[in-house]
């Protein structure tokens, strides 16, 4: 079945004779409907044009029929949703004409109708319609009828000027109905900018109304004459993305692609990576048909990147949260790990204190593969850190966790002249689970080791110290990851990011209470021996229960590294093994004297017990400062309006 459009220009003014709509005198059920038409000098930008029976139809200018006896209609720009200008000329389409025969199979009589929207519903005015054409199941002209008899005449002389190229030799047969020559579709450039429109120039022979050109990434399977599944991007080859192309033929041209609702399965802009624009025919509504496949060409790496460059990767590690809200904490913990030493997307799972970070570090690798030419591994987890902490902040004043720096190396780089080595000297190699050993301080530790390690490794001044520690507040332990058993974890809301952690810490009913108060008035908190001779790899633990007030007698827990942050655990009131010989408060059952309390750390803590914006303000600017070390920011990499800042290794 041929496929029949007409584009007609005509020039002359409104409801003059030459003004009119036209179509196809028929058109077959498998094809398009493409109406033609012009009306300079008149147009209005709530005029369309539909498609009514034959018969129900009145005179130009006459009211017209109600909108409901109308098959179709469009507005004259081609769209349903509006048109921004009057369209004074126009081909436009209509699909799927197999519906619009009569009841039995027979051709039916339609005409196309150029109307007006008057502003007070139907009947509506007819600017123009065009003379009846039929809907019919077949197209083709009648059979000539031979006769045995000789013509009166002979046949005209032949041409006195051979063709332009002479076949090698005759064909035996002569050919059915000419096949499509493709003639290509090739990328303008073979390498495109990140963020550039990327524009498409193709040629086609045959072309048909509903032919478009999508994006795919390069390993994609796409073979002339087979199916194609959905692009990344698309556009009709009209250079639209309207409901219906209304395109009519357009055999060749160049389109763009810019973000302009061209998105399908890919937000704008495509990554960095190397693709292939294809030709399809809207030829059924599961599958396309492939024209053809351009050249491979290449959309390059950033020079810089920028908020909006980096919102794509943050939607995902958003959407990959709310799917599994515990990795929010988890992404925490291996934020922390990782940038201990230098975030360098790597951490040695066979080092003990890194057990169960191999969670994490699955549900971020296919991130980390689809990113990868924008963002490094270190960069992914980094940003995943501090999403981990942003989607779990309750309603109320929340704050940004922005991430605003990039450029962090990942391991096999940054050592891939000297390697990396485990806490016992050998040589692991560099990847995500097998990177250089770093320092992670015990859940023992002394009060003054605690704040030092902070400083000398982060940089951290005691008031972000115990700014950092407030990530308790989220998360629970697992005995076979740490030797600890938390069902609860540290809080009962462990999934919740605010100040009650410090609740927890700290006594008083205000930042200006006696010190006294903040320290006894704080909940009661009973050490507690916890045994782990069924877990080879753990040694014993001394740690801290509690039953806070509304808990309903369900026990949550803490660890000498936290009590450290208040009360001043040393040499003279913690053994080696971490039992600690002093009380958290004082009680009259109590016999042993009350551990001191930490100078400073002590009033950090109450300012953070209450007031959640403060700390969450802390928490924030001292997470980001974490996820950055390692780094420093490079000269004039902080632009004005970029607001993010390319780091550089300084280890």
């Not at 692609?257 to 294809?278: C, F, I, Q, S, T």
């Not at 599961?286 to 351009?294: A, G, H, T």
């Not at 403060?614 to 950055?628: G, H, Q, Y």
Request: charged fraction near 25%.
């Amino acid at each position: 079945m041929q496929f029949l459009f007409l584009l007609l220009v005509i020039s002359l003014f409104a409801f003059a004779k030459a003004d009119y709509v036209t179509t196809p005198a028929c058109v077959e059920v498998d094809s398009d409907i493409v109406v033609g038409f012009e009306n300079v000098g008149n147009a209005q930008d709530n005029d369309w044009v539909a498609l009514y029976p034959a018969d129900a139809i009145g005179e130009d200018g006459a009211p017209g029929i109600p909108a409901l006896r109308t098959l179709n209609w469009v507005y004259s720009c081609g769209s349903r949703s509006g048109c921004d200008e009057p369209s004074e000329t126009g081909p436009v389409l209509f699909q799927h004409p197999q519906f619009w025969l009569n009841d039995d199979g027979s051709d039916k009589n339609w005409v196309a109708v150029l109307a007006r929207w008057t502003g007070t519903g139907p009947p509506y005015t007819i600017i123009h319609k065009s003379a009846p054409f039929r809907v019919s199941v077949d197209c083709s002209p009648p059979a000539e009828v031979t006769t045995s008899h000789p013509t009166d005449n002979p046949t005209h002389s032949p041409t006195d000027q051979p063709t332009d190229q002479p076949t090698d030799q005759p064909t035996d047969q002569p050919t059915n109905k000419p096949t499509p020559q493709l003639l290509g579709a090739v990328a303008t450039k073979s390498e495109f900018g990140f963020k550039e429109e990327i524009e498409i120039s193709y040629n086609v022979e045959n072309a048909r109304a509903g032919d478009w050109i999508g994006l795919y990434d390069e390993n994609f399977s796409l073979e002339i004459g087979e199916r194609a599944g959905d692009a990344l991007f698309w556009v009709w080859s009209c250079g639209n993305t309207d409901s219906a192309p209304n395109c009519g033929t357009r055999s060749a041209g160049t389109v763009t692609l810019n973000g302009d609702r061209h998105d399908w399965e890919m937000k704008w802009p495509p990554l960095p990576g190397n693709y292939k624009a294809v030709i399809l025919r809207d030829s059924s509504r599961s599958s396309w048909e492939i024209v053809d496949v351009s050249p491979v060409f290449k959309v390059a790496s950033p020079t810089e990147i920028d908020a909006e460059s980096l919102s794509l990767v943050r939607r995902d590690l958003e959407t990959l949260i709310t799917n599994n809200i515990t990795l929010g904490a988890k992404f925490l913990r291996l934020g922390f790990h990782d940038c201990t030493g230098g975030c360098d997307g790597c951490v040695d799972l066979d080092e003990i204190k890194n057990r169960g970070l191999e969670s994490p570090i699955a549900a971020l690798t296919p991130l980390v593969d689809k990113y990868n030419a924008l963002l490094s591994r270190a960069d992914i987890w980094a940003m995943a850190t501090l999403v981990g902490a942003d989607v779990q902040q309750p309603s109320g004043f929340r704050v940004d966790f922005r991430f605003d720096s990039w450029g962090r190396r990942n391991c096999e780089d940054i050592y891939k002249d000297v390697g990396c080595f485990n806490a016992d000297g050998e040589e692991v190699g560099c990847s995500e689970d097998r990177g250089p050993a770093h320092f992670i301080p015990g859940i023992d530790i002394h009060t003054h080791d605690l704040f030092e390690f902070f400083s000398d490794e982060f940089q951290f001044s005691q008031r972000e110290g115990v700014a950092i520690m407030g990530a308790h507040t989220v998360g629970q332990l697992a005995r076979e990851n740490s030797g600890v058993g938390g069902p609860h974890g540290w809080l009962l809301e462990n999934r919740r990011l605010d100040n009650e952690y410090y609740i927890e810490l700290v006594g008083g009913t205000s930042v200006n209470s006696p010190l006294n108060d903040l320290i006894n008035d704080a909940p009661n908190w009973v050490r507690h021996f916890e045994s782990n001779s069924d877990l080879p790899d753990f040694d014993d633990h001394h740690i801290w229960l509690g039953t806070p007030e509304g808990n309903d007698g369900r026990l949550i827990i803490m660890l000498n590294v936290d009590i450290a942050i208040v009360r001043d655990l040393n040499d003279s009131n913690m053994e080696p093994g971490g039992e600690v010989t002093c009380a958290f408060v004082e009680r009259d059952f109590i016999d042993d004297p009350v551990c001191p309390h930490v100078p400073g750390a002590l009033e950090h803590a109450a300012r953070y017990r209450f007031n959640n914006r403060e700390w969450l303000l802390d928490f924030d600017a001292t997470l980001r400062k974490m996820v950055r070390n390692g780094y420093d920011m490079t000269s004039n990499s902080c632009k004005v309006g970029n607001g993010v800042c390319q780091l550089r290794w300084n280890r």
